[in-house]
């Protein structure tokens, strides 16, 4: 496939909060780090705070070194703490955000570090992309594909389930490892809902 042609192996993911979407929800947070780029994905709903900044402070990371946020899609779970990390770039599926500049552009194929693109990805909402890292051990995908490693199969938000399939299938042919929106990081194998 060519979305990861070139795609470098230099990266660390570090899961700073692994989510869950039962009585409670929230939203799985990651820390990306490559170079001078230092980068949150999706901080969103967590039980406090904390729940981000201590495991950030325990790997000698401070909010002021982060150089980028992405976000998933547009939901609260996965928006509301953006606010921690400054004033750096935050970057969606269809634009780059900072200060008063909206800079439109399509996510698919944006490399934000060599080991570090972003593909857009629609399936739980239309805005969705996926973040997929290089790293020492293999290809991640930080993605809402999947809430869970058992899916849901059938996501009760996804407007169209073709589209979701599709997308789930784009990425599992490069990823050896899945950071799904709202659970623990999983290798996909054969019963890895499609």
């Given at each position: 496939m060519t979305d990861i042609d070139g795609l470098a192996r230099a990266a660390r993911l570090?899961?700073?909060?692994?989510?869950?979407a039962d009585d409670r929800v929230a939203g799985t947070v990651s820390l990306?780090?490559?170079g001078d780029r230092v980068i949150i994905v999706d901080p969103g709903m967590v039980p406090g705070r904390g729940a981000i900044l201590d495991p950030l402070a325990a790997l000698g990371v401070s909010p002021a070194d982060i150089t980028d946020v992405v976000i998933s899609h547009h939901h609260p779970d996965h928006t509301v703490n953006i606010a921690l990390f400054g004033e750096v770039p935050v970057h969606d599926f269809q634009a780059t955000y900072q200060h008063d500049v909206w800079t439109s552009r399509p996510a698919d194929g944006v490399e934000l570090a060599p080991s570090i693109?972003?593909?857009?990805?629609p399936g739980h909402t239309p805005q969705d992309l996926t973040v997929v890292v290089g790293?020492?051990?293999g290809v991640s995908a930080l993605t809402h594909l999947w809430w869970q490693s058992e899916g849901p199969s059938d996501d009760p938000?996804?407007?169209d389930r073709g589209v979701l399939r599709e997308q789930r299938e784009r990425v599992l042919t490069i990823a050896d490892r899945i950071v799904p929106g709202h659970g623990a990081a999983f290798e996909p194998g054969p019963a890895t809902p499609r």
């Open positions: 570090d899961i700073l909060f692994t989510g869950y990306l780090r490559e693109r972003l593909l857009a990805t790293t020492a051990d938000y996804a407007p």
